[in-house]
């Protein structure tokens, strides 16, 4: 039996943004690698893993997969924390990883098989107003999307207002632009208007509103969109304020989906079994890996709601490449976020999943398919990059009269 021999984090990108675990044995060559990417705490999470986890780890069978998910989970005693959960879910993938390498097949095989022959994937369309948003929604259905998600800019796009226009007090503290949820509760609907008119009821459209609105503007939102037949409506109430969800069921049928924000695995537990959701969107190195995730799923598919792991601009190959191995073997499987690598990026991850029209492919390799090329991996960060100094906090929005908005 193999037992492990190390645990790292290789810090990578441009930014060093990006971390990956790699566990290593005493099998020659026999790895696995994982996702512990958190653009916001990097450092803290490479912390837990190597202090934390690392010890707890050599010297162990890497196969005892779900005994090591346990015994990570309690080991800081302090449970569901983001920060441990990410490190937790970048060992778990790896751990997988090498159990497929052991087995020689592919993660997904080892979780039951393919349900499906591809991954359908959605594309993110934006704008800076409706004509470039609708030249974008072109453009991904040109390219084989048959669902694509719609944003007037940034997230709250369409709801900011320059100072010039906004009702400003004395002394304040916007810097350009201020969010207006009146104005963002009109544009959003009239924005939908005119992409049906325009595309027609063929495609489907997804819309994120990242929790910027009250929970009755989140209601008032949902209703107003029913016409326009979303495939979901994404975070539309923050974490704090999911109790809403069961005022939403009762208003509207605009599908909902949530959990961009959770990295406890219990926080879905009441969502799904009063079936108030229609998707589940937790980044899988969030919730706490593959282990974690297929749980979650399992749970899910009794209460008919489907899966949508969640990507983000700023996420890695690695975890693509664990949402997608779910994907294949997940019954309840919804949709899968995309991402959009350079190409020295995917130089460095030979193996990656690849795109082809509006689905995602697996290289088929045994484990995770994909791999990490350390020197390649190196020379992807910025010469004056250092690691003591990374700052990235997530920027904030106010309104008006200065009060945050979330998340």
Known sequence: MAKITGVKCIRTRHDGSWTIVKVTTDQDGLYGIGSATDIFNPEAVVQVVEQLFAPLLIGRDPSRIEDIWQTLHQSGYWRHGSITQTAIGGIDMALWDIKGKEAGLPVYQLLGGACRAAVPCYGHADGRDQSELEEAVHRYKEEGYTVIRCQLGSYGGGGFLKDNVANLPESHWSTGATFSEPTYLNAIPEMFEKLRVKFG??????????????????????????????????????????????????????????????????????????????????????????????????????????????????????????????DRAVWNFGIQEINHFKDAECEAFPGHVARKGGYLYLSEKPGLGVDIDEEKAALLVDEKWNRASYHYPYPTDRKADGTLVRP
């Open 201 to 326: 009821g063929d495609i489907q459209f997804t819309h994120d509103v990242h929790e910027h609105l009250t929970p009755i503007g989140a209601v008032q939102l949902a209703k107003r969109l029913e016409p326009y037949s979303l495939f979901f409506l994404e975070d539309v109430l923050p974490p704090e304020q999911i109790g809403w969800y069961r005022h939403l069921r009762q208003q509207t049928t605009t599908p909902q989906a949530v959990g961009e924000l959770f990295a406890n695995p219990h926080e879905w537990t009441d969502l799904i079994v009063e079936r108030l959701i229609d998707f589940i969107r937790v980044r899988v190195s969030k919730a706490g890996g593959i282990s974690a995730c297929r749980k979650i799923a399992a749970l899910g598919e009794n209460f008919g709601v489907r899966t949508a792991w969640q990507e983000g601009g700023e996420n890695d190959p690695v975890n693509q490449a664990a949402a997608v191995h779910l």
